[in-house]
């Protein structure tokens, strides 16, 4: 069975500063997607980055970026220059490349100090 | 698109009353998702459709629970009898079959808040 580990229940950072966030899974399949998602407050669930497993490359969007390292299966998130509204729970999931089955992880909360 | 709809956002109900939740998906979208969130729990997985059937409800925790997606723009979540510990964030969310349009993303709606008193 797929798992998703994320072994921080709670992170915090500066405003400005970097935070990373971690993320395991675990399956036997070779061809798979990954995503992180935020739910701040408002409880609406948005996603933040994507990363298709059989690409090499670390997928970014803007200040978010990931470390996909696929023989260790570990995905982890890190957010730059981190902004208040940054702050929010993110959950790290995991989907096979036929789309029928998302395993999430237990979620990070992120608190960011001003 | 104007993203996955459900109804009602919140819905306070006595304990034994019939709750039931709604959502229309993306058009478009071939998977339909029911995920529970509580503080103890986490995200769980309901149940999920392919093409309006249903594939895999092992996640219904229990009789009183049942799910339908009588066509591609519209499902239900029903709980009946209605309890107290059902209280929690029911979220629908919406896929298409990655490759078709090479995402693969879950999109959500805004969820239902259901108080079970």
């Known amino acids: 069975a797929q798992t998703v580990t994320q072994s921080q229940p709670e992170m915090s950072v500066q405003e400005a500063e970097t935070v990373t966030l971690s993320c395991t899974y675990d399956t036997s399949e070779s061809d798979y997607y990954l995503f992180w998602y935020k739910q701040p407050p408002s409880r609406q669930m948005i996603l933040v980055i994507r990363q298709e497993a059989y690409k090499q490359q670390n997928a970014t969007e803007n200040r978010f970026s990931v470390n996909f390292q696929k023989a260790a299966k570990s995905f982890s998130l890190k957010i730059s220059d981190s902004q208040l509204g940054d702050a929010a729970m993110y959950f790290c999931?995991?989907?096979?490349?036929?789309?029928?089955?998302?395993?999430f992880g237990t979620g990070t909360s992120l608190t960011v100090i001003p | 698109d104007a993203g996955v709809i459900q109804s009602p956002r919140h819905e306070v109900t006595e304990m034994g009353q019939e709750v039931t939740l709604r959502c229309k998906p993306i058009s478009g979208h071939d998977y339909l998702f029911w995920y529970r969130q509580t503080m103890m729990r986490g995200l769980e997985l309901l149940i999920y459709?392919?093409?309006?059937?249903?594939?895999?409800d092992s996640g219904m925790p229990e009789d009183r629970f049942s799910a339908k997606m009588p066509n591609a723009s519209f499902s239900t979540l029903k709980i009946q009898p209605s309890e107290p510990r059902d209280s929690a964030v029911y979220f629908c969310?919406?896929?298409?079959?990655?490759?078709?349009?090479?995402?693969?993303?879950?999109?959500f709606g805004e969820g239902s808040r259901l108080t079970v008193l």
């Open positions: 969310a919406s896929s298409l079959l990655p490759g078709l349009d090479g995402t693969g993303e879950l999109f």
């Open positions: 459709f392919n093409n309006n059937v249903p594939i895999d």
């Open positions: 999931a995991w989907t096979s490349n036929t789309g029928n089955q998302f395993y």
